[in-house]
């Protein structure tokens, strides 16, 4: 199976901050790299698919980037509306793997 | 609109069954590949399982492999998992999603569309 690596586990940042976070495959995986956003007690959300496109409706201060095993996303000008947990998933091969999580939370 | 909607889920005695479903609506339900991803509490997401748009293939997590099923209903526009065998470890918040299914070129997209959960907890 193919794990993914993501980093930090959370962070802290201000409103109007830009944040990034990282998620590295333990091979390569290609573009084949979403995003979702987890809000507490929600479903989660796509928000990028292919590593770096923006899902339909997203606001474009999300963004994605990175190929083969390194891949980030990130978030420019934080919102409050932004705390949430972000989750990077591989969709290359079966079994889908997800990241463990970054918990993004509000200074 | 768009919508998965869950139900099925409940409290359970470790080794007893449960079949949770998922109605689809709002798009070509026959269409889509459909899975089962499951948040154990405070735990981050896992995959379970994924079926092909008519059912002909189906792939497990090797942790529900051999107690877990998953099918479908295309005439009725719902999913199925059928859980056996449960453990105190399959106690999660059980999602169904939508395949975003986006070509040809592979096999599973990642998720879209998703439920909004429903709970299964395996408790004596």
């Known amino acids: 199976d193919i794990q993914m690596t993501q980093s930090p586990s959370s962070l802290s940042a201000s409103v109007g901050d830009r944040v990034t976070i990282t998620c590295q495959a333990s091979?390569?995986?290609?573009?084949?790299l979403n995003w979702y956003q987890q809000k507490p007690g929600k479903a989660p959300k796509l928000l990028i698919y292919?590593?770096?496109n923006l899902e339909t409706g997203v606001p474009s201060r999300f963004s994605g980037s990175g190929s083969g095993t390194d891949f980030a996303f990130t978030i420019t000008n934080l919102q409050p509306e932004d705390i949430a947990t972000y989750y990077c998933?591989?969709?290359?091969?079966?079994?889908?793997?997800f990241g463990g999580g970054t918990k993004v939370e509000i200074k | 609109q768009v919508q998965l909607v869950e139900s099925g889920g409940g409290v359970v005695q470790p080794g007893r069954s449960l079949r949770l479903s998922c109605v689809a609506s709002?798009?070509?339900?026959?269409?889509?590949?459909m899975h089962w991803v499951r948040q154990a509490p405070g735990k981050g997401l896992e995959w379970v399982t994924f079926i092909w748009f008519d059912g002909s293939k189906k792939y497990y997590a090797d942790s529900v492999k051999g107690r877990f099923t998953i099918s479908r209903d295309n005439s009725k526009n719902t999913l199925f998992l059928q859980v056996n065998s449960l453990r105190a470890e399959d106690t999660a918040v059980y999602y169904c999603a939508r395949d975003a299914g986006r070509g040809v070129s592979r096999e599973v997209y990642g998720m879209d569309v998703w439920g909004q959960g429903t709970t299964v907890t395996v408790s004596s």
């Open positions: 998933q591989q969709c290359d091969i079966l079994p889908l793997t």
């Open positions: 091979q390569d995986i290609s573009n084949y």
């Open positions: 292919d590593a770096s």
């Open positions: 709002g798009f070509i339900f026959r269409t889509y590949g």
